[in-house]
């Protein structure tokens, strides 16, 4: 067990090592440029707009160029094709070369200009689908950037609560390391038997498995920090931040106006509203295939045998109306099925503000919990360690048994670690409330930071890039 424990403080960095200060600001910066999902998001936003050009390029001129090279012996082609190219002659009306004319090639090279006037509201709504489209798509990157940027907070507090949960276990080790010299010494003066220092001894190899088990947790809560950095190690990092502590008796905002204000800003339930308008347009744009189309336009094309001889060109220019009378139910069809998904987008919305309330609900709630927790554990150690105190000097002078020394410092190691755990679940759950009403910005960071130390931010050290660092 001591080689163990001695492997396990030469490998894993100690709590107090000094290195680069990181506040949870800088942290949640770093998260927020490295973020691979925050990197697919933007592309996803660019791909929204590149949505709105082309629906706006439906009612845009369209010119096509053409090239043909053909080689025919029909009768009606090949009389077409010398017509076309202005080679005509008297002997091309003789019924035995109208009937059975010799192989005739065509190089054929033609343009196209068109332009639409009216597309029944097609690209109209195409436009407006497509913009409603473009800003949901902002909408999802604030979602998972406020998303990133809780995730980062959480496991930057998780190496917080590790780290001053190996301290809190050291000072049990040594404690019950104390003990083991207390009743050895007891048992050699003959003032206890063999079986309290046994006793003893189990109670500080608990110590010490408890001690192993949170400097593995510190280990695992670096490495999940480092993860969302995108750094090989967070060891060379001190992290600046402690818990909050309380800065009030309870939370006293009311979940009801909290739902006001988070209707107004959730990423989600924005987009959802923007999804909806966008289903709106679409079952528009599904009607307006059976309205009437209108275009205008103009053609040119040069007829000749080959490169090498001249040949003759044309233009035409044109109007076309189409108007798709019956098409089989297929545009109805379409429109309804738009309309059914407004219809589920509508209901999910609702889904989602009730899901919302509840997440305020529990935010406010946990931090109400966690606010007692924190008075009844800090009085519950104070009273712990005065306990303590009085047995470790009564069981010197022979007036207390060791099992009541033990069971002393094995309370006070529970209460420590139920008061970390309750200023834990204080701090996360403030970020927590800031993500339900989705308020979750680096800014409120910078504040989270300054609301626990009471100091302005460190000036950041230089940073390891992100993907080149990692192995």
Known sequence: MALAMLFLLIACPRPGLAGDPLSIARAVEMAVEYSPLLKAMTAGERAAREQVGAAQAMSRPKISLSATDSRMNSPLRVFGTKLEQQRVTMAD??????????????????????????????????????????????????????????????????????RESVAVAEKAVEASRESVRNASAAFEAMQAVEADLLQAKVHHAQNEE??????????????????????????????????????????????????????????????????YQAMLHRERMARGKTRPHLA?????????????????????????????????????HQAGEARSQAERLAKM????????????????????????????????????????????????????????????ETALLSHQMNHLQALY???????????????????????????ATGEPMPEPAPMPTAAASRP
């Not at 402690?242 to 959730?266: G, I, M, S, W, Y």
């Open 296 to 332: 205008v336009g103009a053609q040119f094309e040069h007829n000749r045998r080959d490169l090498s001889q001249d040949g003759h060109g044309h233009t035409m220019v044109f109007a076309r109306a189409d108007w798709n009378l019956v098409d089989g139910g297929e545009a109805r």
């Open 425 to 451: 679940d204080y701090s996360i759950s403030r970020a927590r409330l800031k993500l339900a009403l989705g308020e979750l910005t680096v800014e409120k960071c910078a504040l989270l930071h300054r609301a």
């Open 93 to 162: 009306f003789d019924p035995n070369r109208l009937n059975h004319p010799d192989y005739e090639n065509n190089l054929q090279v033609g343009m196209q200009i068109l332009q639409p006037l009216s597309l029944g509201g097609i690209d109209r709504h195409a436009v407006a689908a497509a913009r409603q489209g473009e800003q949901a798509s902002r909408l999802d990157t604030e979602l998972a950037k406020q998303q990133t940027i809780f995730h980062t907070i959480e496991a930057y507090l998780q190496v917080v609560l590790a």
């Open 210 to 275: 408890t001690l192993l088990r949170y400097n593995n947790q510190y280990r695992l809560a670096r490495e999940g920090l480092a993860t969302m950095l995108g750094v090989p190690s967070a060891d060379e990092f001190d992290l600046t931040m402690p818990f909050l502590e309380q800065v009030c008796e309870t939370c006293q905002q009311d979940p009801q106006d909290l739902l006001k204000e988070a209707l107004a800003n959730r990423p989600d339930y924005l987009k959802l509203e923007r999804d």
């Open 349 to 408: 919305r609702e889904a989602t503000a009730d899901r919302i309330f509840l997440e305020i609900r529990e935010a406010v709630f946990t931090i109400n919990n966690a606010l007692t927790r924190i008075q009844v554990s800090r009085e519950a150690i104070r009273q712990s360690e005065e306990a303590l105190r009085i047995l470790r000097n009564r069981y010197v002078a022979g007036l207390a048994i060791v099992s009541d020394l033990l069971g002393a």
